[in-house]
């Protein structure tokens, strides 16, 4: 690992034997401070996911879906804690839309970060819950000051979302969005955590909370039923995996998008790539991988059991280099999917004393989510429905129990000879996610640079056909040989850096944790 750090950021990397990276300082210290009592990595990240529902209202809520990747310091396990489609979405609920819904009940399917939480203290867990729920209860109910960035994140969802059943009651009490520095509370999302604390996520599945949604729903024309909920399971699965030089990369399978990077760095492993990420011709080939693995996802990704070609037909080493063969090292590329042959986010990382390290990711989908709020309950649902597509007889396509096209993706790597972990990271961020985990692994895994300076890059996101969007601060020398090669390029304002998402990423070293966290946002990472 190098210690430079080449770009502009006042931080530094954080080292330390046990180490927790989030996108709110609040939600790293409560992490933390599960780990100085003594417990566990999925401890941890369990207390900062419940703080930063609170804190980070604008990306995440108790309603949220989540997903998890876990090295227990033996082997790495994955945690698919998505909800399903309720059972009356037929394709007929939609009959004459041009698209799914993106607010309202319409847009929301089961909620599963709940479940998340539990599935994760419950096999690896050693505290109580009530005490890893201690610091975000406290938060919602004594208050915490709001940090800029969310304030001005909150005040552009409210513009948008202000009208939707429950919002303005919840988050624009007095008929206004409270301002960067001022002391917030959320006394009923407080109750709602001590509920979930108390019964171990039962009255949010099978209780009163439950029967608090539902009714809610059926008050505004909504779908979800007792049975929907009381249905849903978070589901422990292996993760799909890529090897990438030195390290293999790990994600969640579908229908999330994790396996769109694999597709790209499979590609990449396959080419000759020049040694520095900031290299042009580096960075085209990556552009052009990126842009046909998003193809092969936007074609192929849906709920596992719907998808026409499995996950190992897809990272086939014969098809990505039958993909690989595309790429024109001179040129930019407007790639279709091909087929293979038979055969508004948060995101954090924990890593314990004991060796355990967590890649943890929730979220309401687009900012607030769907706007809807649960009254009396602080439960702000995701639009994850949004996610499917109305297109006839497409893998994605709508249906009663199916989960749809997620993007939130948690990443892994490990060392490919030892299995050792290596790095939990993850870069919050719709579609940029997976361009994300791909822009980091070349930076960290290939080319050694420390976790702080591999987040502060600046980003590149492909964009549809030929265009990217470069982010402010990108080298005008680099945006100018990538368009030499055929490139779009725009070079988005600094008001628009959330559109480049937001990384966390903790790597193991010799003897202890490097840890980096994205100054695009309000976190840090946080050790002892």
């Not at 909800?83 to 609920?93: K, L, Q, Y």
């Not at 595309?326 to 042959?341: N, V």
Request: charged share 15%; net charge negative; with cysteine.
């Amino acid at each position: 690992m190098t210690p430079e750090l080449p770009y502009p950021s006042q931080r530094q990397p954080v080292m330390g034997r046990a180490m927790v990276a989030t996108s709110q300082p609040l939600a790293a210290q409560a992490g933390l401070s599960m780990l100085a009592r003594g417990g566990s990595a999925a401890d941890a990240a369990v207390a900062a996911a419940m703080v930063l529902t609170v804190v980070e209202p604008t990306g995440n809520g108790i309603g949220s879906d989540a997903f998890a990747l876990v090295h227990d310091g033996q082997a790495l396990h994955g945690l698919n804690a998505s909800g399903r489609a309720p059972a009356t979405w037929t394709p007929e609920r939609f009959a004459g839309q041009e698209a799914m819904p993106t607010r309202g009940w319409d847009a929301v399917t089961v909620p599963g970060a709940v479940s998340g939480w539990i599935a994760l203290w419950r096999r690896f867990g050693t505290l109580p819950l009530d005490e890893i729920a201690a610091p975000a209860i406290r938060y919602a109910e004594e208050g915490h000051p709001l940090a800029p960035l969310i304030a001005r994140q909150w005040r552009s969802g409210a513009e948008i979302l202000q009208d939707q059943p429950g919002f303005a009651a919840c988050f624009m009490p007095g008929g206004r969005t409270p301002e960067a520095g001022e002391w917030v509370r959320l006394p009923d999302h407080g109750a709602t955590l001590r509920r979930i604390a108390d019964t171990e996520g039962a009255a949010f599945y099978e209780g009163d909370l439950a029967e608090a949604m539902v009714a809610h729903a059926q008050a505004n024309g909504g779908a979800m039923t007792r049975d929907d909920l009381a249905a849903h399971r978070a589901d422990w699965v292996a993760p799909v995996s890529q090897r990438f030089g030195d390290h293999v990369i790990h994600e969640i399978p579908p229908s999330g998008q994790g396996i769109t990077a694999l597709m790209a760095l499979g590609m990449l492993e396959g080419l000759d790539l020049p040694d520095h990420p900031d290299d042009p011709a580096q960075m085209h080939l990556a552009i052009e991988a990126v842009k046909l693995a998003m193809a092969d996802a936007r074609a192929h990704v849906a709920d596992i059991a719907a998808m026409r070609w499995a996950p190992e037909a897809l990272l086939d080493p014969a098809y990505l280099a039958s993909r690989a063969a595309l790429i024109d090292s001179a040129r930019a590329g407007d790639p279709q999917a091909g087929a293979p042959t038979e055969g508004g986010t948060v995101y954090l990382s924990v890593a314990d004393e004991n060796g355990m390290m967590v890649s943890f990711i929730q979220s309401n989908y687009m900012g607030f989510g769907s706007g809807v709020v649960v009254p009396g309950t602080g439960i702000s649902m995701q639009n994850r429905g949004a996610g499917f597509t109305l297109e006839p007889g497409h893998p994605n396509e709508v249906g009663p129990g199916k989960r749809p096209f997620h993007t939130i993706i948690p990443a892994f790597a490990t060392d490919a000879e030892t299995g050792a972990p290596r790095m939990a990271f993850g870069v919050m961020g719709g579609l940029m996610q997976a361009q994300g985990h791909v822009q980091m692994a070349l930076r960290v895994l290939r080319a050694g640079q420390n976790p702080q300076a591999a987040a502060d890059a600046p980003r590149w996101r492909c964009m549809g056909g030929k265009k990217v969007a470069v982010e402010a601060g990108f080298d005008p020398a680099l945006a100018e040989a990538l368009r030499a090669l055929g490139h779009e390029i725009t070079v988005e304002t600094l008001d628009a850096m959330f559109g480049f998402g937001g990384a966390q990423l903790i790597l193991k070293g010799a003897q202890g944790y490097i840890g980096g966290s994205d100054p695009r946002k309000d976190g840090q990472a946080v050790a002892f």
